[in-house]
């Protein structure tokens, strides 16, 4: 095959693949209550922005899951947080910052060397109505140091209220 034909293969297939959704502005506000309730002790909170968000909490769950968003991961997966809604990027409070490379792979790694602790925010996931979303939460450190989970939000009056944590994990 041609080197040519190679390079039309290839583009084919770029411009084949879905552009990522904008995400819905409900679930950007409701993502900027997530960083205000993790930053609200005071404590320094170290966000990661690159960590991809895994699809098998929201497989395990089956249907305790709304249809709607099963089908939506199904469709696209979740995204972090920060990809998903950037603009919450400049919107950071002061007692948080992104994790360094250095982090990141320190919490990848086996032995901790400067105490790196990440937090990872998925996109909220709202159901066709509006009503109901779905948000993963982990917080990692070195060695198998880390808790997560995958928590339903309800949309009560003009805000939300956390509910039921579907998926929990603990190492």
């Not at 994790?99 to 996109?123: D, F, K, N, Q």
């Amino acid at each position: 095959m041609s080197l040519a034909i190679l390079k039309t293969l290839a583009l084919a297939a770029a411009l084949a693949t879905p552009a990522p959704t904008a995400a819905d502005p409900a679930a950007c506000a409701l993502g900027a209550r997530l960083i205000a309730q993790q930053t609200a002790h005071g404590n320094k909170v170290v966000f990661d922005a690159e960590d991809e968000i895994p699809t098998y909490p929201f497989v395990d769950v089956g249907t305790k899951l709304p249809e709607t968003i099963r089908a939506a991961v199904t469709r696209q997966p979740p995204r972090n947080l920060f990809k998903a809604c950037p603009q919450l990027a400049d919107r950071l409070p002061a007692n948080a910052r992104f994790a360094t490379p250095e982090e990141r792979a320190e919490v990848r790694g086996i032995r901790s060397i400067t105490g790196a602790y990440l937090t990872t925010l998925s996109e909220p996931l709202l159901d066709r109505t509006g009503r109901v979303a779905v948000v993963y939460l982990l917080n990692r450190c070195a060695g198998l140091c880390a808790n997560g989970a995958l928590s339903l939000y309800h949309r009560k009056g003009g805000g939300w209220v956390p509910g039921e944590d579907l998926w929990m994990m603990m190492s």
